[in-house]
């Protein structure tokens, strides 16, 4: 199965989100199915692409910061190709692209 998993931030931001976020990407990958996390590049060091114990990391880059959330203009777009691609969207909320990601769901069924 094809899971894709989208949050503001994932490792190596530490909060209980990321932790519980990265414990389910990578025991979901281990029993076989392929996932991709679609998060911020918050720090411009971190790779924008990166495969971590079977889990494909996508960061996009962010233009601005919001209060705790950021603004990452290619988020329509990459979100377009990834839930295209995805049979299961897990989608942890508030994040300032949810509503983006869930038309995008909503429209393709």
Not at 51 to 75: A, D, F, Q, T, Y
């Amino acid at each position: 199965m094809r899971i894709l998993i989208a949050l503001t931030y994932y490792r190596p931001h530490y909060s209980g989100l990321t932790i519980y976020a990265e414990r389910l990407a990578k025991a979901l990958a281990a029993r076989g199915h392929h996932v991709t996390v679609l998060t911020s590049q918050f720090e411009q060091s971190l790779p924008r692409y990166e495969k971590v114990e079977g889990v494909h990391i996508v960061r996009l880059p962010v233009l601005s910061r919001v209060s705790k959330g950021v603004i990452m203009p290619s988020i329509p777009f990459r979100a377009w190709q990834e839930v295209r691609k995805a049979d299961v969207i897990n989608l942890h909320v508030p994040q300032l692209d949810a509503a983006p990601i869930s038309l995008i769901s909503r429209l393709l069924g």
